[in-house]
């Protein structure tokens, strides 16, 4: 269903079981969650489904190898079960969006031979508790063997390293999977649709007043139950309900840098667990670029953080002090930032120090907070939360939850190692089969079959493997409403390359406005937008 009968749904005036606030992560695993369990479900974003944090991520699906760490040395039964928790849902994740997401093995330097026993044994635990999820085994390097199997890495004093192995994914197109995959399901997720009021009669909230953020209609919604899932604003519509309620997070923040591919080795990762600040680095290979990141500093929230000059830098100097080949600012394509809502813990000041575990509470008037996590937990917060929404609303389900084994909607045929047959059925490079089917999964068939039947074959930009008739897909299919919704978020060349983006704007833009119906002055607004967004995602130069 397309975005305009999603909006006659909500504006039906039928009482829809929940009504979800927020279109990240959270918010559509709830949804998918709800929906699954027959709900009538609906959920809105002012912006896009993960236009925030949840497209903003590392891009790993992870255990958690640090809070293991903190586990053994603090006997910390809380970080012990975060661990086994993310290392259980990363398999559910990586077995549910197959064509999403995929094995990664990260390798880690050791300073000294008593470090490197202490980190073997850590992550051979850290495999043992993963089980038959686990991805592989970990592996103690020589000084040499790790100089092989990372050529540009400056091993300098250190005595040798281990490998590991998590999981690495799409985050943005993850969550459209699971958007769509609750639509497909009966529930009503839809996209730049504001809540501007809470409705509460006799004390209880019974609705929301909802603006369309594109025409700026607006309209009420009746619902049995609400549920607030915005991560780091989730204090902002905690006061929407009452405007005296205490904060429950703290926020921090997450900043990336991206580099071209050749920094790394294409299948293998850096992982740094401490820098002398105590902050953690990763510096990953990703859509044929590298992403480094990331700090980890108290931020405050806001729905469109850029990055600041001084976590830029840092992330700079320690990239070349790991590095022997030297980065510099012109190296780097595209630099975004990523707010991490953490559960507020008194006594502990530093955002380092908090675990990434979930809260879900529920205010005097019945609002629902789900706060805190992070993605490779998002199906268990979504169980939780419908869970404890069952007897806050007395919702008197009767079905059981069933995401473990859901195959989000692209995954259910797909087929690994299928895009050599869809190469040849149709006709197309190798490379491009295995780009989109990577990216559309059992629907990449469609995808090339507008590039045959519409001449839409030509690439978006040379230098990325997206061609045009992935833009009427996503438009046709996955509720793409403005140009950064393709170009950031569905095509992820905004988080890749601004420079290619803003070329490539154009002709994404000549699609859209003939698929959606925009004049001249829409398509220009559209790229003024666009381009003013990405401003801040360009590193400033030397």
């Not at 489904?49 to 497209?55: I, K, L, R, Y």
């Not at 008194?346 to 992070?374: C, D, F, N």
């Amino acid at each position: 269903m397309n975005r305009s009968g999603l909006l006659e749904r909500l504006k039906s005036g039928r009482e829809f079981d929940l009504l979800v606030i927020g279109g990240g992560a959270t918010g559509c695993g709830v949804a998918v969650d709800a929906a699954t369990r027959g709900l009538d479900v609906a959920l809105v974003d002012r912006a896009d489904f993960a236009q925030g944090t949840s497209s903003r991520s590392t891009k790993l699906v992870h255990g958690g190898v640090r809070y293991l760490e903190k586990a053994v040395l603090q006997c910390d039964r809380e970080q012990f079960g975060l661990v086994r928790e993310g290392l259980r849902e990363r398999g559910f994740l990586l077995a549910n969006a197959p064509h999403l997401a995929h094995a990664v093995r990260l390798l880690t330097p050791v300073p000294t031979w008593k470090d490197a026993g202490y980190m073997f044994a850590g992550l051979t635990l850290y495999d043992l508790l993963a089980g038959r999820l686990g991805l592989g085994h970990s592996r103690f390097v020589g000084k040499r063997a790790a100089e092989r199997m990372f050529p540009t890495l400056r091993m300098g004093d250190y005595k040798a390293a281990v490998t590991y192995w998590d999981g690495q994914f799409n985050d943005a197109r993850m969550a459209v999977a699971l958007a769509r995959t609750a639509n497909a399901h009966g529930a009503t997720c839809c996209n730049h649709v504001e809540v501007t009021h809470l409705i509460k009669e006799g004390g209880r909230l019974r609705g929301a007043e909802l603006r369309d953020m594109l025409t700026g209609e607006t309209w009420t919604l009746r619902a049995g139950g609400i549920i607030n899932a915005t991560g780091p604003m989730a204090d902002t519509v905690r006061r929407m309900d009452d405007p005296g309620a205490d904060e429950i997070l703290k926020v921090s923040s997450g900043i990336h840098i991206v580099l071209e591919a050749g920094f790394t080795p294409p299948d293998l990762s850096l992982m740094i667990p401490k820098t002398e600040d105590g902050r953690v680095l990763f510096m990953i290979p990703w859509q044929n670029h590298v992403v480094f990141g990331t700090t980890d500093e108290h931020a405050n929230p806001e729905h469109d953080p850029v990055p600041d000059v001084a976590d830029i830098d840092y992330l700079l100097r320690y990239a070349s002090k790991y590095l022997s080949r030297p980065v510099t600012r012109g190296d780097v394509r595209a630099v975004w930032s990523g707010l991490r809502p953490l559960v507020f813990a008194p006594g502990k000041g530093s955002t380092q120090e908090l675990a990434r575990t979930h809260v879900i509470e529920v205010s005097p008037a019945g609002l629902l907070t789900i706060a805190g996590g992070k993605w490779t937990s998002y199906r268990m917060m979504a169980q939780d939360t419908v869970d404890r929404a069952d007897v806050a609303f007395g919702l008197n389900l009767t079905r059981p939850c069933v995401t473990r084994h859901l195959k989000v909607v692209g995954a259910r045929g797909f087929i690994p190692g299928g895009h050599t047959e869809i190469a040849r059925e149709y006709g197309v490079p190798v490379e491009l089969a295995k780009a989109l089917h990577g990216t559309y999964g059992d629907e990449t068939g469609q995808v090339l079959t507008i590039a045959r039947n519409e001449n839409l074959g030509d690439r978006v930009h040379p230098d990325h493997p997206h061609i045009m008739a992935e833009v009427a897909f996503i438009v046709r299919n996955e509720l793409a409403m403005r140009l950064v919704d393709v170009l950031v978020r569905r095509l992820p060349m905004g988080l890749l390359d601004v420079e290619h983006t803003l070329q490539a704007a154009p002709g994404v833009a000549r699609i859209m406005a003939a698929e959606l119906g925009w004049d001249a002055a829409r398509t220009d607004a559209e790229l003024q937008y666009l381009e003013a967004y990405l401003s801040g995602w360009r590193a400033p130069r030397d």
